[in-house]
């Protein structure tokens, strides 16, 4: 298997340089590549449809005979079409078939095949256009590709089913036997071939479970050795415990749950033996801040210096300023390192930096990529929105001076999943708010009720606060500016003439968006309207009412961010769902959003109703590209967690000789990423 990566998909028969280039597209180079490439779904050829019974539109399969001669023409826009009857023991449908001399080789006078298409009903009949066949296929469930303008999924199958015969006999599975054995997990080689080409949905089950175990294993061990990783030198060691002199600093008491975390923050900068490399999950509103704020008073009080990254440069105005009123009790100097200040601003701070006189400096990502030299950097806080990648992480270890790490996450990720995706990372819990906050009143409505509910909206910017109102999502053919632009220039025109509209979208230059989201920011605009590009973090305590239109379309924990939004004052905050589904798994989900306003057991919820897939999928995870992982459920989270386990108390760096396969999976996995700390 291991060689196979080396042949290069051209080696395939009607793989030539053209083709090849398209399956590059694809992230698909070698054979190796090419067994890897997992079918993104399947269609189900086991049962032949009822012609009858069948809509003009709807996809089905038919097993029938060919009983006429295949009639082949011209169209009169010079398509080369070929027609031909079959008959599938009760009716005669007819196939259609453009652009394809070959069909009537194809297809024989008299023999059976399935046929897996459209349906069209016409003035002459029942039809089918273009459908894909085959003939005495014994495997009845057919994988269908991702694909790319040029490859078609036929051709894609038939390159599958070439480098599946490439597989020796033998191949070295990197899950070991006896691990197999003990966890109940097919081998190797039955997964790739069923998972392509599956016997039956049994077998394809099997397979599935397998490789969707396999690709958690892998990224969870790899994720856990990075997390071993040993501190090297006795750098950034912190002496002496501050937290409690800035607890006293703070207008208010932290909440328990900030007090632990903190202290567990604390333990692992005093810890000799490793660094600090953490995860600091809370809900909305729990006080991060405050944590983070905590940890970096006792890292500087320790001599060290810290730096705050933050996504936007919004926000990092919005963290400095945040720092300054949080520190403004003591001797702490706060700075402020983003793109547009002025070259000589830029430059006095860097100086400031570099010479220790900065204690904190609070930035964009550039803030330690570029080339800002700290004096004595000790610690380094993040936003989970840009949350290292692998490599980044590398980068920033070979700093030299080897600082620590704080992540912070507005997004609740059930444990289970926590677990992996975080796994390089401890994980610390606020799961408490400050006292005195007021829940957000969640209603959904619909269509009929949106006037009322803009209406309702008008009042609220009377009394002087603000909304959010998020776009209905793109229709097919439209561009997301037409439509936010088209969306909000209705609402301008029919309901808020008299009140400044601002709109966000996705296509807008940073320079805008962040222009736009300023003006909110400063209550010059009362009302935002946007696409789902509102910066998760951003913080706008005057504004309380959030609409959501097609809530339908988005994961609860999207919508439970969204939500987040508002809530942050004083005052009595209000989200509106607007959807008109009235019943089915989608009402059901935005219910969940009407009764609990608890981040965790949303996305617990989000995890069961919806798989993992988005939280693998989404970029800010930090995670090297997964595969089939979408697939996996609550189940094969909690396997794979078990058998990583069992794998790291068997062998614990994976040194041993059957672990070969496993240790080049991981490196395969987190190549692309630069991360050579793994090896
Ligand atoms: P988040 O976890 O969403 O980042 P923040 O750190 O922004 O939350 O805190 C939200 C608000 O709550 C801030 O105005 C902060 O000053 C305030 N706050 C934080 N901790 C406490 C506390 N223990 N008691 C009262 N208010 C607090
Ligand atoms: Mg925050």
Redesign the pocket.
Known sequence: MASLYKVKIEQLNGVGKKRAELFNKLGVYSVGDLLEFYPRSYEDWTESANLLQADHGDTVCVKGQVVSAVNTGFTKTGKYISKLEVFDGENTIELVFFNNRYISSMLKYGETYSFYGKISRTLNGIQMISPEFSQNDSNNIHPIYNLTAGLTNRIVSKAVKQAMAMLPEKINDPIPKDVREKFDLCDLKFALENIHFPKDTNALEIAKKRLVIEELLVLNLGLRQLKTVKRENNANIVKKDYSKEFESS?P????DA?KRVISECVNDVMNMEITLNRLVQ???????????ASLAYTVIKNGMQVAFMAPTELLAEQHYK?FK??YKNTDINVSLLTGSLKQSEKNSVRSAVENGEAHIVVGTHALITEDTHFSNLGLVVTDEQHRFGVAQRGKLLSKGNNPHLLV?S?TPIPRTLGLIIYGDLDISI?DQL???RRKIDTLLIDDKKRQRALGFIRQEVEKGRQAYIVCPLVEEGETELASAEEYAAELMLNYFQDIPVGILHGKMKAQDKERVMKQFSDNELKILVATVVIEV?I?V?NATVMMIENAERFGLSQLHQLR?RVG?GKEKSYCILVSNYSFGPSYERLKTMCTTNDGFKIADADLKLRGPGDFFGSRQHGLPQLNISSFADTKSLELSQKIADYVMEHSHYLLDDEYRGLKSKISRLFVNTGNNTLN
């Open positions: 703070l208010f008491s932290l909440t900030q809370g809900d909305v509103g729990s006080g991060k801040t405050a944590v983070a945040t009123d949080l912070m507005a606020i400050p006292p005195g973090g913080d305590p987040g942050r």
